[in-house]
């Protein structure tokens, strides 16, 4: 049985730095790839940062680029984000996922994904 556990988030201050971690079971954790999603109150859940199984390429959505780094450790399970330079607009549940697929453009749709996380509360304050 597939399971994903986010972990690491938290309520920060703008301009600080966080590291969400995501541990994995029960799949090949090597040959999914990794996204993370966020869904802030109100709003839809959106992509946020990927890295393909393929061959490590990241993704990362034009809100987070420059200021967050996603990785992947395949011999501990776990996929990184470190965000950095936190904006009260980072406020949401984050959300990891596992997808089959490893196109970058695929990687940006949440409905490529099989796997979901029951996601993880960040909250920036100004």
């Known amino acids: 049985q597939a399971q994903l556990v986010e972990s690491g988030g938290g309520l920060v201050q703008a301009g600080d730095s966080l590291r969400l971690s995501c541990a994995a079971s029960?799949?090949?954790?090597?040959?999914?790839?990794m996204g993370w999603f966020r869904q802030a109150p109100g709003e839809e859940r959106e992509f946020v940062a990927a890295i393909s199984w393929h061959d490590g390429s990241t993704y990362y959505a034009s809100a987070v680029e420059g200021r967050s780094t996603t990785s992947r450790d395949n011999g501990k399970n776990t996929v990184y984000l470190q965000m950095n330079n936190l904006k009260p607009e980072d406020t949401a549940i984050y959300y990891c996922?596992?997808?089959?697929?490893?196109?970058?453009?695929?990687?940006?749709?949440?409905?490529?994904?099989?796997?979901w996380g029951q996601g993880i509360q960040v909250t920036v304050s100004s």
């Open positions: 029960g799949f090949t954790f090597s040959t999914y790839s």
């Open positions: 996922a596992a997808s089959n697929r490893f196109l970058g453009p695929v990687l940006r749709k949440s409905t490529n994904y099989k796997y």
